[in-house]
């Protein structure tokens, strides 16, 4: 059974920071790129990071120089550091697997295969 557990989401204050870990199994974890997306209420889903399977790493503008996405292969573990965090980072955290063919762009949603069930990130201004 393939499971993305995604954890990690809390409540912080603007300027603190939070580690998010994205934890994968029953899948070949080497061959999948993994995403980090958001949601907010009333917003649509947007890509925030992803590391590809030989580990090149992908931002969203907005959070490029405060996030830092990395990878552990031998726990089958994703993470997602969060420093700088700002109101506006306020949503419900995914994670989610590329396997092959992969996706022309990271930061299509619909392109991933398997989805975690999210993770909630609350930054209080």
């Known amino acids: 059974e393939v499971q993305l557990q995604a954890s990690g989401g809390g409540l912080v204050q603007a300027g603190g920071s939070l580690r998010l870990s994205c934890a994968a199994s029953?899948?070949?974890?080497?061959?999948?790129?993994i995403g980090w997306f958001r949601q907010a209420p009333g917003k649509e889903r947007e890509g925030v990071s992803c590391?590809?399977?030989?580990?090149?790493?992908y931002y969203a503008d907005s959070v490029k120089g405060r996030f830092t996405i990395s990878s552990d292969n031998a726990k089958n573990t994703v993470y997602l550091q969060m420093n700088s965090l700002k109101a506006e980072d306020t949503a419900v955290y995914f994670c989610?697997?590329?396997?092959?063919?992969?996706?022309?762009?990271?930061?299509?949603?619909?392109?991933?295969?398997?989805w975690g069930q999210g993770t909630q990130v609350t930054v209080s201004s």
């Open positions: 590391i590809s399977k030989d580990g090149s790493t």
């Open positions: 029953g899948f070949t974890f080497d061959d999948y790129a």
């Open positions: 989610a697997a590329d396997g092959p063919p992969y996706s022309s762009s990271w930061s299509k949603y619909g392109e991933y295969d398997y």
